[in-house]
């Protein structure tokens, strides 16, 4: 059973708004997670914005005002609100967790395409 699994993703037109959704289980719960990350076309995987489980955030400076991370612990799911979005934010996005022991997890992947 793969423990987080996003979904959300789309095409989309500069200026619109996605919102993108991972949700854990099996031994993961919402304290575990840590936060989401993107890869563009031909590039690196990058972080994006992270969340605590006390509930602070750190956005990135590329998406700072535009992004917002968030959870709802009672239903183990955790958010990326985007808006104002740009043909440079195309990319996989991914969520992360990271178990007590240190273990990163990642999802599958959700694919957001924004035409200019």
């Known amino acids: 059973q793969v423990p987080l699994v996003e979904s959300g993703g789309g095409l989309v037109q500069a200026g619109g708004s996605l919102t993108l959704s991972c949700v854990v289980s099996?031994?993961?719960?919402?304290?575990?997670?840590v936060g989401w990350a993107r890869r563009p076309p031909g590039s690196e995987r990058q972080l994006v914005a992270t969340?605590?489980?006390?509930?602070?955030?750190h956005y990135e400076d590329f998406v700072k005002g535009r992004f917002t991370i968030s959870r709802d612990d009672a239903k183990n799911t955790m958010y990326l609100q985007m808006n104002n979005l740009k043909p440079e934010d195309t990319a996989v996005y991914y969520c992360?967790?990271?178990?007590?022991?240190?273990?990163?997890?990642w999802g599958q992947g959700t694919q957001v395409t924004v035409s200019s």
């Open positions: 992360n967790a990271q178990n007590d022991y240190g273990d990163d997890y």
């Open positions: 099996g031994s993961l719960s919402s304290d575990n997670f």
């Open positions: 969340i605590t489980s006390g509930g602070s955030t």
